[in-house]
């Protein structure tokens, strides 16, 4: 199994790109977020690599950074997304903003991708939201925005209360639950919903 190229980047596609390793070309198939990294063709490059192997095929999937290989794996444990699905997802959003989302349980992100209905958005948002924190490191890490993953909050919580209060005003779920939780963050857990809200707000405006 290829787990990584290096090599000359030999060319670049729509949705793939042509590494040269020792004379060998390796066509493999990348997110437009990995393809935007590459360097110029001709300089020297190296992936992350998946591979697939299948009866009638044998695919690879390059990545720039392992947070995003993580999250194409993840991404195909929900029925419903296969690879090229979970390329796009990865082409629109960046490994923290995956985790954000389904931390604030907000499918609206996920249906920008290709092939992503609202269906498939609400599967990969509720089957994911026990399984994000083993791929954000404690203290999070370069690849991985932090924002307290962990912290899901439990129906009828202060936080839960404050995060659908802004909702109520206009403002995206997932956008509502990053200013609490920053607020959450800054007030500590003894925060009533009125200071969550008054807080949250502030930090929407900034």
């Not at 997110?31 to 001709?42: D, E, I, Y």
């Amino acid at each position: 199994m290829i787990a990584k190229l290096s090599g000359l980047l030999d060319s670049i596609g729509d949705d793939h790109a042509l590494v040269d390793v020792g004379g060998v070309g390796y066509l493999v198939f990348c997110s437009a977020r990995t393809l935007r990294t590459l360097p110029r063709v001709g300089d020297a490059t190296s992936l992350f690599v998946e591979t697939h192997v299948r009866e009638d095929h044998i695919h690879l999937y390059g990545f720039s950074e392992t947070a995003e290989r993580d999250w194409f794996r993840l991404l195909q444990t929900v029925q419903g997304v296969g690879a090229r699905v979970a390329l796009g997802i990865l082409s629109v959003l960046t490994p923290g903003q995956l985790v954000q989302a389904i931390a604030a349980q907000d499918k609206s992100p996920l249906t920008k991708a290709n092939g992503v209905g609202g269906r498939v958005a609400e599967r990969i948002v509720n089957e994911l939201k026990g399984k994000i924190g083993a791929l954000v490191p404690d203290g999070g890490s370069a690849n991985v925005e932090t924002f307290a993953p962990a912290g899901l909050p439990s129906p009828g919580s202060a936080a839960d209360d404050a995060i659908s209060a802004l909702v109520n005003l206009g403002y995206r779920r997932v956008e509502a639950f990053g200013a609490v939780t920053t607020a959450g963050q800054r007030i500590g857990p003894d925060a009533t919903v009125e200071a969550l809200i008054t807080s949250g707000l502030r930090e929407l405006a900034q």
